[in-house]
Structures are given as C-alpha cells and as structure tokens.
C-alpha cells in the first residue's frame, strides 16, 4: 500500500521526526509514503526523514497556500534549492485555500499557477490542495486547457457533483481519498467515490490531520491507510484486496518516479 499524502516530518505531531511512524506504517504494510513539503521551514525535515527511509519515502516540494506570502517567488526559489539533492516525484502542495481568509487570494493564485508550470516544465504530476475554494482552483487549473501535468486533487472531500466537474476538465486527475470517508458525515463523499473510476483514486492520509475512524480526533498515521481502504472498498462494493491492488497500482501511475 502507498500512502500518496503524509507529513510525518511535522516535528509537532512526530518529536522523532517521524521515523517511529514510518516504521509502524511499514508493519501495517504500508511500505510507501510520499511526503510533500509545505514552505521552506518543512525542506530539511522532510530530507531528514527520507534518507533515514529511502526505500521507503519519496518526496515533493511545494508551498502550501497558506503559507504563501508577499516574497513568495523567493521563498519558492529557496525550497527549490534542495532540488539538486533529491529526486523529487512531484511537486507541491499547492493550490488555493480560502478558510482562514480571502485577502490573498490573488497572490494564492498566482503561486499555484507558477506550480503547475514548475510541474510542467519538470515532467511531474502536481499535488492540488484546494479548500473553500473549488471555483478559484478551476479558475487556476482551466487557464492551462489542455496543457495539465499529471495532477492529484488531494484530501478530496466533496461531493459527486464536484469530482465530475473537475473531471470535466481535468479527465486524467487522480483523487487523494483519507480519513474524512470513514466519518460519519461524509455521506456525499462515499457517494463521488462509489462512483469515481477505481483507477482514479488513491489512497493518503494527510497525516497528522484527519485520522480515521477508529482513531478520529487523535494523530493521524500513514499505518492508518487498510482503515482508509476498507471505507473505500464497502463505498464501491469490492473487496479490500482489488482496492488496495488499484490504488497501489494508481499511485505508480500518478507518481512516475516512485520506485515500486
């Protein structure tokens, strides 16, 4: 099992930097996790935790919406310093979020548009966050048409309605599914991912937010993932074994430098 979306470096969350969660994700059978960086603080981190498992992470760079500020270009061309020493899968995490605030949304805009060419020009798949802003992310997304890199809308949690129209214009892109799926108020969710293609979706956990149930309300873990895949196998009526055989198989798809 791979887990597309994890930021077991977070210090806060993992006081060892993670590798005590890396290793539990590995017993539990998830022997990948691809970590994607945030703003220029999460570099050295996320470096840290890679070459102690680099078997078994991966990782991309990016700056985080909200984490974007007025000399964001410098900062983006200071995350990408790291870039020489490591072979990245993608790049992000990126979009537009509008929960906190909307004052910046120009300039949100403007950093995820920068990205998505950044990903372009790299030959990598792009890691999509979008939050309270589904309009302003097509917005963003649409001005490429169809010169789109590989892309992930991850943390999806919308509805039906939402997953076709980013279909729509986006037919390749690929829907990050954790924990929220296994809450109780996530009716409409378990709805787009009944009917989402299989080959579309992949598993994550955004860890450490939104842990699962049973484990909801406490650190989220990437060992958390076979709760995510059993949501999604009782969601589309399959078994847990041809969910975790898809989504591991769509992960290497979306994410071309993973090593299997």
Same mark, same amino acid.
């Given at each position: 099992?791979?887990?597309?979306?994890?930021?077991?470096?977070?210090?806060?969350?993992?006081?060892?930097?993670?590798?005590?969660? %890396? #290793?539990?994700?590995?017993?539990?059978?998830?022997?990948?996790?691809?970590?994607?960086?945030?703003?220029?603080?999460?570099?050295?981190?996320?470096?840290?935790?890679?070459?102690?498992?680099?078997?078994?992470?991966?990782?991309? &760079?990016?700056?985080?919406?909200?984490?974007?500020?007025?000399?964001?270009?410098?900062?983006?061309?200071?995350?990408?310093? =790291?870039?020489?020493?490591?072979?990245?899968?993608?790049?992000?995490?990126?979009?537009?979020?509008?929960?906190?605030?909307?004052?910046? &949304?120009?300039?949100?805009?403007?950093?995820?548009?920068?990205?998505?060419?950044?990903?372009?020009?790299?030959?990598?798949?792009?890691?999509?966050?979008?939050?309270?802003?589904?309009?302003?992310?097509?917005?963003? %997304?649409?001005?490429?048409?169809?010169?789109?890199?590989?892309?992930?809308?991850?943390?999806?949690?919308?509805?039906?309605?939402?997953?076709?129209?980013? &279909?729509?214009?986006?037919?390749? =892109?690929?829907?990050?599914?954790?924990?929220?799926?296994?809450?109780?108020?996530?009716?409409?969710?378990?709805?787009?991912?009944?009917? &989402?293609?299989?080959?579309?979706? %992949?598993?994550?956990?955004?860890?450490?937010?939104?842990?699962?149930?049973?484990? #909801?309300?406490?650190?989220?873990?990437?060992?958390?993932?076979?709760?995510?895949?059993?949501?999604?196998?009782?969601?589309?009526?399959?078994?847990?074994?041809? %969910?975790?055989?898809?989504?591991?198989?769509?992960?290497?798809?979306?994410?071309?430098?993973?090593?299997?």
């Amino acid at each position: 099992m791979i887990d597309t979306h994890t930021h077991l470096y977070m210090t806060d969350s993992f006081p060892d930097g993670g590798k005590a969660a %890396v #290793r539990h994700a590995m017993e539990c059978g998830v022997d990948m996790m691809v970590l994607p960086g945030v703003d220029r603080e999460s570099v050295a981190p996320i470096i840290e935790l890679h070459r102690a498992f680099p078997s078994n992470t991966a990782v991309a &760079l990016g700056l985080h919406p909200t984490e974007v500020e007025a000399d964001w270009r410098d900062e983006l061309r200071e995350i990408f310093e =790291a870039e020489a020493e490591l072979s990245l899968v993608g790049i992000g995490e990126t979009g537009v979020d509008l929960h906190w605030e909307q004052k910046y &949304l120009t300039r949100q805009m403007d950093a995820f548009g920068e990205q998505i060419q950044m990903a372009l020009d790299r030959k990598l798949p792009v890691v999509v966050h979008s939050r309270d802003a589904f309009p302003e992310t097509i917005e963003v %997304v649409r001005s490429f048409g169809s010169n789109l890199p590989g892309m992930v809308f991850h943390s999806f949690t919308a509805g039906r309605p939402e997953a076709e129209r980013l &279909l729509e214009f986006a037919p390749d =892109a690929f829907f990050g599914i954790n924990g929220v799926v296994t809450f109780k108020n996530a009716a409409p969710l378990r709805e787009a991912v009944e009917h &989402l293609p299989l080959a579309l979706i %992949v598993t994550e956990t955004d860890a450490p937010f939104l842990a699962p149930v049973p484990y #909801r309300g406490q650190t989220n873990e990437s060992a958390f993932i076979p709760h995510i895949v059993k949501a999604i196998a009782a969601a589309k009526g399959l078994s847990e074994e041809e %969910v975790m055989a898809a989504t591991t198989a769509n992960a290497l798809r979306l994410f071309p430098r993973l090593t299997p």
